[in-house]
């Protein structure tokens, strides 16, 4: 047991104003989303005071049901991609010269200095058909007619995988990194050949990485709105666009409010997956 | 309904996108945390306010006598008109803008009164706002410019005698075509029905509006667009169906840019789009259909705790006044109600299509009515196109 330091602050003074943050803006909001989405919608947006159980079994109609299908499919397969591409990214950035590292990282992180939204509507400029991209392939001769790229699922895509990639490099870029070179060696001097030490040493013990990217990859994606408005023309609802619609046009906040406690009751279920097969310590 | 833009003078495309990006990046982000910062202090209820909550929380230093605060549309009132009005008068305006008339009410009514002094709202809302006490009169005797109005939009049936609200500009919902890229897919369209075109597969852009989007179905489908019964409403989903595989994207803000770019053929757009985009591209005209097509008048309306009303008063007199509201019209060409502000303009700006009452489009078009409870039929319906 560590002596007691006498010189240390009062502990509520050194935890007091993070737990009033806590309270103030986690607390407070999220205990307000849950005693409304309890009660019963005002026909002109707002709650009546009365308890009502309609937001959560109208959660159960057909519609809603598929629309989170829809955003689950387009967070995972998002996921994936993030996953496929960003895993060779972060090796090769951990594998660099060491003065290179800070550099690629920070070359990764630049973007983020801009809103993501101005972002987004920037890929709408080079892919839409007077975009940068099919004028180009027009005048190089490859294609007579533009592509048509924009406003189809595979840009929602797209845009989702830009969005998210850096959220899946940097813990697997730390995973990576941190990865002993001597096992590495020691692999090799038993014989094993590239393949099979990249399986059998170099994969799981960056596993933690990949569990804490797809963690961070796969929530944000869940929620994402503006990426299938902007870059999919707003013509596929996503859990998102719906919790969005409940509050701002159907007038009917309390399912708004349900569908963000079921939203949030499917994440906390996946973190909760997630701290069974990794270390929390990893996701920050 | 959704206004947008800038009249294309040379470089409106990229004078509107600085107002689109503008709008992303200044009041979307930062407001909301304004707002959550006032809500936590203030009232648990401003919390789902989000960006509305905290607009005016802007300038509480300033002298209160001073100062308007007006929630109004995204781009619908030029920035250069508050300064004009702050020289002559001493009044400083603070402005919030939305991009719907349900997220204005919807910032309203979680707001609880007293933020802001001005909004700007469609007639078909007015009622709503009556009916949860939003707003209060407006001291119409005080507002002596309201005789440079048109006669025809003044005591609708929603405000007899303008007691809540004062007109400043119309929107249509209008057809826009892209003659060259229709007559190459072969289409001509004279009706709502031929906007189900199977040749017009994903070559249309339309306003991302429940009311306007089902509204059109059931005037196709001879049905009336104000309908308030359930059955009604759903009915219109078969037209919505086929309607669907020809939307390529739903766009309120910038819908100008898909017909400017040719993204789509053709366009379910407002008329202030409308002229934006037939300035940037001259391929593009207006479709006149046989069905009517919706209109809205948005007006001036106080809100309920407004401490301004003078200023309010002093506002609404300055904006009507014909060169004022001739800079608006350049601005944001929407639909001109003011009869005295017409001799100012060209010949040119008057002959635009759907800029005028007297245009056959806006002659033969029609006031989206209010629904009260029904409007979330509505939006299921059109949810249920999207899902």
């Avoid at chain 1, 009365?50 to 299908?69: D, G």
């Avoid at chain 1, 592509?147 to 959220?167: A, K, Q, R, S």
């Avoid at chain 2, 009706?191 to 339309?206: C, E, G, M, Q, R």
């Avoid at chain 2, 309120?252 to 591209?281: F, K, P, R």
Wanted: charged share 20%.
């Amino acid at each position: 047991m560590k002596k007691k330091n006498k010189e240390a602050l009062p502990r509520g003074f050194m935890i007091g104003p993070a737990m009033a943050w806590l309270a103030l803006f986690l607390l407070l909001p999220l205990g307000y989303i849950v005693v409304i989405s309890f009660l019963q919608k005002n026909a002109y947006g707002g709650v009546i005071l009365h308890f009502s159980l309609a937001s959560y079994r109208s959660l159960l109609h057909a519609a809603y049901l598929k629309v989170f299908a829809e955003s689950f499919l387009l967070a995972f397969e998002t996921t994936v991609l993030c996953l496929l591409v960003g895993y060779p990214m972060a090796y090769i950035i951990a594998k660099s010269p060491e003065h290179l590292r800070a550099v690629m990282v920070l070359f990764m992180m630049l973007p983020f200095w801009i809103n993501s939204m101005i972002r987004i509507y920037g890929w709408s400029t080079l892919l839409r058909n007077q975009g940068v991209i099919n004028w180009i392939l027009i005048h190089l001769g490859v294609i007579s007619q533009p592509l048509g790229m924009l406003y189809t699922d595979g840009t929602v895509l797209l845009g989702m995988v830009y969005d998210l990639l850096p959220f899946a490099v940097l813990p697997m870029y730390t995973s990576i990194e941190k990865l002993d070179p001597f096992l590495l060696e020691a692999a090799s001097d038993l014989g094993a050949g590239k393949m099979h030490t990249f399986l059998k040493v170099t994969l799981p013990l960056t596993s933690p990485g990949l569990f804490a990217a797809t963690i961070q990859t796969f929530i944000p994606a869940l929620g994402l709105f503006y990426i299938s408005d902007m870059m999919g023309g707003a013509k596929k609802m996503y859990i998102g666009n719906l919790i969005k619609n409940q509050f701002l046009s159907a007038r009917n906040w309390p399912l708004g409010a349900a569908l963000s406690i079921l939203l949030i009751a499917v994440t906390l279920f996946l973190v909760g997956l997630y701290s069974r097969v990794g270390k929390m310590e990893d996701i920050v | 309904m959704k206004k947008t833009g800038k009249m294309g003078r040379g470089d409106a495309h990229m004078a509107r996108r600085h107002g689109f990006l503008r709008r992303l990046c200044g009041s979307r982000i930062k407001k909301r945390w304004k707002a959550l910062a006032m809500a936590a202090l203030f009232s648990f209820s401003s919390v789902l306010a989000g960006c509305g909550g905290a607009g005016a929380s802007g300038d509480a230093s300033a002298n209160s006598k001073d100062v308007l605060y007006i929630f109004n549309w995204a781009e619908y009132i030029p920035p250069e008109v508050y300064e004009l009005f702050e020289k002559e008068t001493g009044i400083h305006v603070v402005e919030s803008t939305y991009s719907s008339n349900e997220e204005m009410l919807a910032k309203l009514i979680a707001g609880k009164g007293g933020q802001y002094d001005l909004a700007v709202a469609s007639n078909y809302v007015i009622n709503a706002m009556k009916q949860q006490d939003l707003i209060q009169p407006i001291g119409i005797d005080q507002v002596t410019n309201l005789s440079n109005l048109d006669e025809r939009v003044l005591d609708q049936n929603y405000d007899p005698g303008n007691t809540y609200t004062v007109p400043y500009m119309s929107t249509v919902t209008v057809i826009a075509e892209n003659t060259d890229m229709a007559g190459r897919l072969g289409v001509s369209i004279d009706s709502f029905n031929d906007l189900t075109n199977p040749k017009l597969k994903n070559n249309i852009v339309a306003v991302d509006d429940s009311r306007e989007i089902v509204g059109i179905a059931m005037k196709a489908m001879g049905l009336n667009p104000d309908s308030t019964d359930a059955d009604t409403i759903r009915s219109s989903s078969t037209w919505l169906k086929e309607l669907r595989p020809n939307i390529k994207l739903y766009d309120s803000d910038t819908a100008y840019a898909a017909m400017v770019t040719e993204e789509a053929a053709v366009g379910i757009i407002y008329n202030l789009d409308l002229h934006e985009a037939m300035a940037e591209n001259d391929k593009i005209q207006v479709v006149q259909t046989k069905e009517p097509a919706a209109m809205s008048i948005d007006s001036f309306v106080l809100c309920k705790g407004s401490r301004h009303q003078k200023e309010a008063q002093e506002f609404i007199n300055f904006i009507l006044r014909p060169d004022i509201y001739k800079m608006c019209l350049e601005e944001f060409p929407a639909l001109c109600l003011n009869k005295e502000t017409l001799p100012l303009l060209s010949e040119e700006e008057r002959s635009q299509p759907v800029f005028t009452l007297d245009d056959p489009i806006v002659q033969n078009s029609k006031l989206i009515e209010d629904v009260g409870d029904a409007a979330e039929y509505y939006d299921e319906v059109f949810s249920e196109m999207k899902m």
